[in-house]
T-cell receptor, first 114, second 114 residues
């Protein structure tokens, strides 16, 4: 039930754009996105709900395609502070899933160079 | 300030020894979680608790034990049965046990074998 993230790693120059994808084989209620700096705690970025709209925060936004069970995180005009590992977490609707727990992907390591 | 406090930050375990990782939150959150993080593996759920005096196994519970005697506390014991305990351990909480709630993480405990 672990979602699949792609790509595994991205290297960017400051100001460039990136897209990180999260795909599940199961039907989803929601998708959560987190960013983790090395050695630190993951920080919540945003949650995409079933039936909800695309969300955004400054130059970071995300979409959720319920039919395809996929979510994408868009980082526009990346800044040095965007560097870190991005994780998606999914909440499922399928039989056998436990309400309220998240299944996390393996992460996408984003490096932004000046 | 409200938050999640994990202690200690670094912990060393001798062979055959049990060690306990502390997790305390003053957010008045109902649900609490323990994750293990290994390089390239993402976050894997060890145990979770949706309410005081109740907890459930996650995906990798073998060799670990927990208790939830108080709402604010969710300690994790790594027993000698856990043969490969070296990892970064993260505690998280969320306000309610149901869907669509973000999880908030502590700063983690890094456990190593002596």
């Amino acid at each position: 039930q672990q979602p699949v993230q792609s790509p595994q790693a991205v290297i960017l120059r400051e100001g460039e754009d990136a897209v990180i994808n999260c795909s599940s084989s199961k039907a989803l209620y929601s998708v959560h996105w987190y960013r983790q700096k090395h050695g630190e705690a993951p920080v919540f970025l945003m949650i995409l709900l079933k039936g909800g709209e695309q969300k955004g925060h400054e130059k970071i936004s995300a979409s959720f395609n319920e039919k395809k069970q996929q979510s994408s995180l868009y980082l526009t005009a990346s800044q040095l502070s965007y560097s870190g590992t991005y994780f998606c977490g999914t909440e499922g609707v399928h039989r056998g899933s436990t309400l309220g727990r998240l299944y996390f992907g393996r992460g996408t390591q984003l490096t932004v160079w000046p | 300030d409200g938050g999640i406090t994990q202690s200690p930050k670094y912990l060393f375990r001798k062979e055959g020894q049990n060690v306990t990782l502390s997790c305390e939150q003053n957010l008045n959150h109902d649900a609490m979680y323990w994750y293990r993080q290994d390089p390239g593996q993402g976050l894997r759920l060890i145990y979770y608790s949706q309410i005081v005096n109740d907890f459930q196994k996650g995906d990798i519970a073998e060799g670990y034990s927990v208790s939830r005697e108080k709402k604010e506390s969710f300690p994790l014991t790594v027993t000698s049965a856990q043969k490969n305990p070296t990892a970064f351990y993260l505690c998280a909480s969320k306000e309610e046990p149901g869907l669509n709630q973000p999880q908030h993480f502590g700063d983690g405990t890094r456990l190593s074998i002596l």
